[in-house]
T-cell receptor, first 113, second 115 residues
Framework: AQSVAQPEDQVNVAEGNPLTVKCTYS??????LFWYVQYPNRGLQFLLK??????LVKGSYGFEAEFNKSQTSFHLKKPSALVSDSALYFC???????????FGAGTTVTVRA | EPEVTQTPSHQVTQMGQEVILRCVPI?????FYWYRQILGQKVEFLVS????????KSEIFDDQFSVERPDGSNFTLKIRSTKLEDSAMYFC?????????????FGDGTRLSIL
């Protein structure tokens, strides 16, 4: 079984400040981890993934995520947030022997000017 | 950049009627998926499809649901006799490979409203 928890429904930050969106996961085997972003009336857009290797992975639009195996976490980060980063963010996990993605409930990020 | 396209964007159907949701996956992708999101709930996996066969399905995907790749480009989800609780946003996704590190790419979804 696999599951994802995003403990914060909402994250509010000022433009230019660092942004962190939290995610913890549970899988029986080795995980593939993903972050997706959803803008209003659009689908889920892939941001970045963790497969293996370096614990810090870089993705689109200046986002990065840090994998921590001991804490089973995969937090999304951006050093300097933009108003255009305001959106709904989903963390997802897939066991390497599985087809399906399991998603967290999503975190709404609001970046104020 | 190639995209997954879904039609229609919004479907309104009477309870008990059949509905078909359509998707055109990215052209070189071989694995196809359907997910749904009931309002206020998590995105949930329904089914994965490869080589004209279901490769995995969730317990949500019961006998009322079916999937098909009727030609070389379309991938469809059929709900035979819709229920009120089928109202949700349905997302189609595709990936180059299944058991791999390649991400699934999603369409913009079809909002299904059952009256």
């Amino acid at each position: 079984a696999q599951s994802v928890a995003q403990p914060e429904d909402q994250v509010n930050v000022a433009e230019g400040n660092p942004l962190t969106v939290k995610c913890t996961y549970s899988v029986s085997g080795n995980p593939y981890l993903f972050w997706y972003v959803q803008y209003p009336n659009r689908g889920l857009q892939f941001l970045l993934k963790y497969i293996t290797g370096d614990n810090l992975v870089k993705g689109s639009y200046g986002f990065e995520a840090e994998f921590n195996k001991s804490q089973t976490s995969f937090h999304l980060k951006k050093p300097s947030a933009l108003v255009s980063d305001s959106a709904l963010y989903f963390c997802a996990v897939r066991d390497r022997d599985d087809y399906k993605l399991s998603f967290g409930a999503g975190t709404t990020v609001t970046v104020r000017a | 950049e190639p995209e997954v396209t879904q039609t229609p964007s919004h479907q309104v159907t009477q309870m008990g009627q059949e509905v078909i949701l359509r998707c055109v996956p990215i052209s070189n992708h071989l694995y196809f998926y359907w997910y749904r999101q009931i309002l206020g709930q998590k995105v949930e996996f329904l089914v994965s499809f490869y080589n004209n066969e279901i490769s995995e399905k969730s317990e949500i995907f019961d006998d009322q649901f079916s999937v098909e790749r009727p030609d070389g480009s379309n991938f469809t989800l059929k709900i035979r006799s819709t229920k009120l609780e089928d109202s949700a946003m349905y997302f189609c996704a595709s990936s180059v490979q299944g058991f791999s590190n390649q991400p699934q790419h999603f369409g913009d979804g079809t909002r299904l409203s059952i009256l």
